[in-house]
């Protein structure tokens, strides 16, 4: 039985492997200079050969992960303190449920929301747009993972705050936090590399563009193209440049996946000296 | 909070001394920050569910709801008719098979790590399986097109197209076209990207197991093995069930990978190795070119059915935990 | 026959009143280790045959761990390492050939709480053991449930309802259905960790009655805190105190004139 059961988590770690090899493989090959400082322009120029890159892609995903980022940490954190805080609040329940169902729902319909609450009324796709999208992604695991470090610093903390005089709030921000802070780190690391992967709630969003924007403005109010969304763009294009191009993409995509990975494993491992 | 409330007003009360109203107010301000931010994410579920719906109301209201369930013809460019059964039945199959096909490979990579394994390789272990929920859907996706696929095609798909065209022509029509991009695929591709929802909760439901269980079934005699199917699997079976619901759950919503290996068709019926579609794929074919009204309004709604279904999968594994959890409801 | 407890490593001597005529089991040096903490410090004592035996002693004094090393459920403890011999009928336990998992069999053990499995019927647990060792035909299996369950003095109040959840009988009555299920597969030795710690007074009178008529059938060898149980139920008792054995004798002559100071400020209530 034993061997079985070898052989059976062999057979599934093994597909893993050989993703990472293609992908590292493939994209090794891929990358260039070019790449970090040449737009993309229209399929001709891969085609022809002439400087083409993803430069305005790695800005787009910058600036719409980082928005994303602002929208949904307060928003997360926020939450979660509202459930760790303030565990009589009536509400704390109903927030769970909510919470929990956004965690589990598809990231496409997400982007759906996104378009119709934010492309439809500006009339334009837009990297605004499509940092809310994100955030809509990363606000669900940050509420979780916040409360559940929150959760984890004992009452006694909070007691003792408060018997020598602080306001809640204060005790909150100056005691608790701080004691929790690898955790909610972590969680937002971990929200953030989620978010950071998808990319069809971007399609619908940002839904991406060959070019750097006229101004940096543009980021926000215009179509932006984005890593995720573009890779997929690539894959799925006739052009054999454009492919390779795409596996430069993912390595790019998965190594800072692999890192965010990396670190938040690490970020949990240390706080428990016996493993 | 109740009780700081009164402390503080008696506080006002006695002296209104600007330290008093730092607590006060600040509590106050505080609270009532997080509990803005609490109910914007009430807002933000409840706004989902509602803009799906609207959005797609038109469509409902076109094709009512259950004939826009079962309607088969998807087609924005003739007729405008638009029945999301071919997605819907693609999405069951794909996300049904995947489960089918990955839950005991899943099962047993967790009771290696949690039963049989050492510490450092099982940690090992669990962090790789985790490594794959993470791995963006699209990077699998290119894999898929330009690895998987084709060797897809060329180890299993032709040899077995091939054979059937010589020797059971009858089977053609089920087997479908074998050039790689199909249900197959993305039924494959599908199946490993949710092991790992499966593997965790499993290992969990396992580790929960109590040390008077395994001992009582170890002393009656019972080896390795024997104990972890007589003691183990069934006291953690509600945990294990919770994981697989997940995973389906997972595996209905997953975009990428299935939208750029699944070929894309709109018409059933579907095969094999042939061509096919599911709600979120088709969402992502088409929602980036769609002008009619209707059609968007049509790709809205299969939106919404999609909410519905994840929304009942995630309450069955939430009930399930529940009724058949023996510690009495172990949170997911 | 020496007396005396050296504290000498290395050269100990077993308190022992006396030696029974048939022995059952037997240790011998028997030593178990966790690390560097010592769990049972050179225990040679003997069990006798067709008797219970009763191992009393405050509690971390080593009782637990030296019956768990009476079916090699050490086995199964990483940092555990047992030296030394256990014999059943003259033969090793522990020697390299043997198979714990038969072991385990011949010398069952039912512990301190209860553990019918949960998702079992009152008949597919008490038969667990038979299913193990292979036996699936049904009259079979209903007939050893039957003698079981009426050895372990159960039968008459759960044979209507064979079928319901383990789980559902009373804390009494679940300890006595683990005690049918170690006995559904026959065995030679019965070992009991406390059986009777988390009952209440009639439900561990039933017990006690129980371990009376079953020492026909089964050696026993109890563990107990109680020690006005170890006079109750033994024929045997040795007191056991941080890993080593300090006394050990018939039950009657070690409570009414224990050779050892210890052994007497211990049955007093002095310490423990």
Aim: charged share 15%; hydrophobic share 50%; aromatic share 8%.
């Amino acid at each position: 039985m034993e061997v079985l059961l070898v052989i059976t988590t062999i057979l599934v770690i093994l597909p893993l492997l050989i993703i990472i090899y293609h992908v590292v493989t493939n994209g090794i090959s891929a990358l260039n200079w070019d790449l970090f400082t040449e737009e993309l322009g229209s399929p001709s120029r891969a085609m022809q050969g002439r400087p083409t890159g993803l430069i305005h892609t790695m800005f787009g995903t910058l600036v719409v992960d980082f928005l994303a980022l602002a929208i949904a940490v307060p928003v997360g954190i926020g939450a979660g303190i509202m459930l760790a805080e303030y565990p009589e609040h009536k509400l704390n329940p109903l927030l769970r449920i909510m919470n929990d169902t956004l965690n589990g729902m598809p990231a496409i319909l997400k982007g759906l929301f996104a378009f119709a609450l934010i492309v439809k009324p500006m009339g334009t796709f837009s990297g605004f747009a499509g940092g809310v999208a994100l955030s809509f992604v990363m606000i669900p695991i940050i509420a979780r993972t916040t409360e559940s470090a929150l959760m984890s610093i004992p009452w006694t903390i909070r007691e003792a705050g408060l018997a020598i005089g602080l306001p809640r709030w204060r005790v909150v921000l100056s005691t608790v936090v701080p004691a929790a802070k690898t955790g909610l780190v972590t969680g937002i690391l971990i929200g953030f590399a989620r978010a950071a992967g998808e990319a069809a709630p971007l399609l619908f969003t940002s839904f991406g563009n060959n070019y750097l924007p006229n101004s940096w403005i543009g980021f926000l109010l215009n179509p932006v193209d984005t890593l995720p969304q573009r890779l997929y763009s690539l894959a799925i294009s006739p052009y054999a440049e454009w492919h390779s191009m795409g596996w430069a993409a993912a390595i790019v995509l998965l190594g800072f996946v692999i890192c965010c990975f990396i670190a938040a494993r690490f970020a949990t491992r240390e706080k428990f000296n016996v493993s | 909070m109740a009780r700081n409330d009164q402390q503080a007003d008696s506080q006002m009360d006695l002296k209104k001394s600007p330290s008093a109203l730092y607590h006060w107010l600040g509590d106050r301000i505080f609270s009532s920050l997080s509990v803005t931010l609490g109910i914007t994410i009430i807002l933000l579920a409840l706004g989902m569910a509602w803009v799906l719906f609207a959005e797609g109301a038109a469509a409902l209201r076109e094709f009512g709801f259950f004939g826009f369930l079962t309607g088969t013809t998807w087609d924005p460019a003739v007729q405008l008719q638009f029945g999301t059964w071919p997605f819907l039945f693609g999405t069951l199959i794909t996300s049904g098979a995947a489960l089918a096909i990955s839950i005991f490979p899943a099962i047993a990579v967790a009771i290696f790590s949690a039963e049989y394994a050492p510490r450092w390789l099982s940690a090992i272990i669990d962090n790789l399986v985790q490594l794959i929920a993470a791995i963006p859907s699209v990077v699998i996706g290119i894999w898929g097109i330009f690895v998987l696929a084709p060797w897809l095609r060329d180890t299993i798909y032709m040899p077995v197209y091939l054979w059937a065209e010589a020797s059971m022509p009858a089977l053609l029509p089920l087997l479908g076209n074998p050039i790689g991009y199909g249900m197959a695929t993305a039924t494959i591709v599908l199946s490993l990207m949710i092991v790992p929802y499966t593997t965790a909760l499993t290992k969990d439901a396992i580790r929960s197991v109590p040390v008077a269980q395994r001992e009582a079934s170890r002393a009656l005699g019972a080896t390795r093995w024997e104990v972890i199917r007589m003691a183990v699997l069934p006291y953690a079976r509600s945990g294990i069930m919770a994981g697989a619901i997940l995973s389906l759950g997972r595996a209905i919503g997953e975009t990428m990978a299935v939208a750029m290996l699944i070929g894309n068709k709109n018409t059933l019926p579907f095969s094999i190795f042939g061509a096919g579609a599911t709600m979120p794929s088709v969402i992502v074919n088409e929602f980036r070119e769609a002008v009619e009204n209707l059609h968007v309004s049509s790709l809205m709604a299969i939106g919404f059915v999609l909410f519905i279904l994840a929304l009942v999968i995630n309450l069955i594994a939430a009930y399930i935990t529940r009724k058949l959890s023996i510690s009495g409801g172990q949170t997911i | 026959m020496s007396n005396t407890h050296s504290q000498e490593p290395g050269v100990r001597i077993t308190n022992l009143h006396t030696r029974p005529m048939n022995v059952r089991m037997e240790t011998k040096n028997l030593t178990v280790t966790y690390g560097e903490t010592i769990g049972v410090d050179n225990i040679s004592i003997p069990i006798e045959n067709k008797k219970v035996t009763a191992l009393i002693g405050p509690s971390g004094c080593g009782k637990s761990t030296f019956l768990r090393a009476l079916n090699r459920m050490h086995d199964l403890t990483r940092a555990a390492r047992v030296s030394g011999e256990v014999l059943l009928d003259g033969e090793d336990i522990y020697a390299p050939d043997v198979n714990p998992v038969l072991i385990r069999r011949k010398i069952g053990m039912v512990f301190q709480k209860p553990t019918p499995f949960p998702t079992m019927s009152i008949f597919d647990n008490v038969v667990a053991g038979l299913k193990l060792v292979g036996i699936r035909d049904k009259k079979n299996l209903k007939e050893t449930c039957e003698r079981a369950l009426t050895n372990a003095a159960l039968f008459n109040e759960v044979k209507d309802r064979l079928g319901d959840p383990g789980v559902s009988l009373s804390g009494g009555q679940q300890q006595r259905l683990s005690i049918a299920r170690a006995l559904a597969v026959d065995p030679e030795v019965l070992l009991m960790d406390e059986p009777t710690s988390s009952l209440d007074p009639q439900a561990t009178s039933r017990i006690e009655e129980l371990i009376h008529t079953l020492k026909d059938q089964v050696t026993i060898v109890v563990i107990t805190h109680n020690m006005q149980q170890a006079a109750r139920v033994s024929d045997r008792t040795a007191f056991f105190f941080e890993g080593s054995l300090v006394e050990m004798g018939e039950t009657q002559s070690l409570f009414t004139n224990p050779r050892e100071k210890r052994t007497e400020e211990y049955i007093t209530g002095r310490f423990g």
